[in-house]
């Protein structure tokens, strides 16, 4: 067990919707890099959501649950696609139930070969559905594409100047001594 790991059992839930596979594997390094990041800090608990799959009752109604439950949710999209009525209505669905809960919805939404060139309608509805949960918005809106991971990542820690309490709470958090004594 390493010791500058917390053993509160308290992860950061994060919920992930992707379109197709370039856009999970958009998400994938996003998410890689905040674990690799953050590991001795920070326990993750990832949920990750097809869109096409949010048609069927059952399966949009438990990613509802775990989105509407997650400190972070994550959106990795194309930017010349619209949001289907699926994915619109289950959005709408979890953001009712978050009850003014605080957390990050990220949004991934790009082009495949190059930098957006500003907000699409996917861009502002998910503006607008973070807003109306009080959640913080991040977007690599400004970013391009191209550039690493890193840089987006960084680019949407510049943008994400007012830390919610509920990402301040994982990131201030001081891990208690795992042992105590004379000769520990």
């Given at each position: 067990?390493?010791?500058?790991?917390s053993d509160s059992g308290e992860a950061l839930a994060v919920a992930v919707v992707y379109e197709d596979s370039a856009t999970r594997d958009r998400a994938m390094s996003l998410?890689?890099?905040?674990?690799?990041?953050?590991?001795?800090?920070?326990?993750?608990?990832?949920?990750?959501?097809?869109?096409?799959?949010?048609?069927?009752?059952?399966?949009?109604?438990?990613?509802?649950?775990?989105?509407?439950?997650?400190?972070?949710?994550?959106?990795?999209?194309?930017?010349?696609?619209?949001?289907?009525?699926?994915?619109?209505?289950?959005?709408?669905?979890?953001?009712?139930?978050?009850?003014?809960?605080?957390?990050?919805?990220?949004?991934?939404?790009?082009?495949?070969?190059?930098?957006?060139?500003?907000?699409?309608?996917?861009?502002?509805?998910?503006?607008?559905?973070?807003?109306?949960?009080?959640?913080?918005?991040?977007?690599?809106?400004?970013?391009?594409?191209?550039?690493?991971?890193?840089?987006?990542?960084?680019?949407?820690?510049?943008?994400?100047?007012?830390?919610?309490?509920?990402?301040?709470?994982?990131?201030?958090?001081?891990?208690?001594?795992?042992?105590?004594?004379?000769?520990?």
């Open positions: 067990m390493d010791p500058h790991r998410c890689d890099h905040l674990v690799h990041k953050l590991w001795e800090d920070i326990d993750f608990e990832f949920s990750w959501w097809k869109c096409d799959y949010l048609c069927d009752a059952g399966i949009a109604a438990d990613a509802a649950v775990a989105a509407g439950r997650a400190d972070m949710i994550i959106f990795s999209g194309d930017a010349d696609r619209e949001l289907s009525p699926a994915v619109k209505t289950w959005t709408e669905t979890w953001a009712a139930r978050r009850e003014n809960r605080e957390g990050a919805l990220v949004a991934l939404v790009g082009m495949g070969n190059g930098p957006v060139q500003g907000a699409g309608t996917s861009h502002i509805y998910l503006r607008d559905v973070a807003q109306r949960a009080e959640m913080d918005y991040l977007t690599n809106l400004s970013d391009p594409l191209s550039e690493p991971v890193n840089g987006l990542v960084h680019g949407m820690t510049q943008r994400a100047a007012p830390v919610s309490s509920v990402l301040d709470r994982f990131l201030l958090r001081v891990s208690p001594a795992s042992h105590w004594g004379i000769n520990e």
